[in-house]
């Protein structure tokens, strides 16, 4: 295998699983933080949401810096949420790299930031191929939340069976990282993020993520 096809399997799929092994929990997110405040923005949802659009386009807006690509590491058992540094990669596809004029930016290694992070939002990113679809925010029950959140887990189960290890499917009794993720739903306002599939709709989410959190300063 090429160098860097193997650097990028270990970082990109191997490495949020390790983590997850440490008893740590990874989320299928990417992630800006506003520089001066710290506050720290995530995009969660399935693949081909627009997780690395979102995050790449913000971190381009003043004061902003991309975190995470693709994989956000935190502990949520006390109060506030710790994130913790996992080696990430901005991965756009075409379409994005071309819209943001930057094709170099597939393959770019993420700096993390000094800055005492608070994660204050996570999104749930919902696109739609409807192009009269408005860009809005839509609150989220915690319960809704926690299911969300939950199926955008990386979870890495183990095996042991006569010596050999094997995957197996999703633990049904991962306690910890079921109150992981209920505590992350109960300490994070997270909100459905809608909008169409042009990226003309971009700026009118930043907007909105913005006026979001200034609305939220007094929480």
């Known amino acids: 295998m090429d160098a860097e096809q193997f650097k990028r399997l270990v970082f990109h799929d191997w490495l949020p699983f390790v983590y997850n092994f440490w008893g740590l929990q990874v989320l299928h997110a990417s992630a800006a933080v506003h520089s001066s405040s710290g506050q720290v923005v995530a995009f969660s949802g399935a693949s081909g949401a627009g997780k690395s659009t979102f995050g790449y386009g913000l971190g381009l807006l003043p004061e902003w810096q991309q975190i995470a690509d693709d994989s956000l590491a935190f502990v949520a058992q006390h109060k506030p949420v710790r994130l913790l540094p996992i080696p990430n990669e901005a991965l756009l596809r075409p379409a994005s790299a071309g819209y943001y004029g930057d094709f170099g930016a597939r393959g770019e290694f993420l700096d993390w930031t000094n800055t005492p992070l608070r994660l204050k939002r996570i999104f749930l990113l919902e696109p739609s191929d409807d192009l009269a679809v408005p860009v809005r925010l839509l609150p989220v029950s915690r319960a809704r939340a926690y299911v969300s959140l ?70």
Not at 171 to 194: F, G, I, P, T
């Open 150 to 219: 939950l199926q955008q887990a990386y979870t890495l189960t183990l095996d042991l069976h006569r010596g050999a290890v094997r995957l197996v499917d999703r633990s049904k009794d991962n306690r910890q990282q079921m109150e992981e993720y209920l505590s992350l739903a109960s300490q994070v306002r997270v909100s459905r993020l809608q909008y169409p599939r042009k990226f003309v709709a971009l700026d009118k989410a930043f907007s909105l993520i913005e006026n979001d959190l200034l609305s939220g300063e007094t929480e």
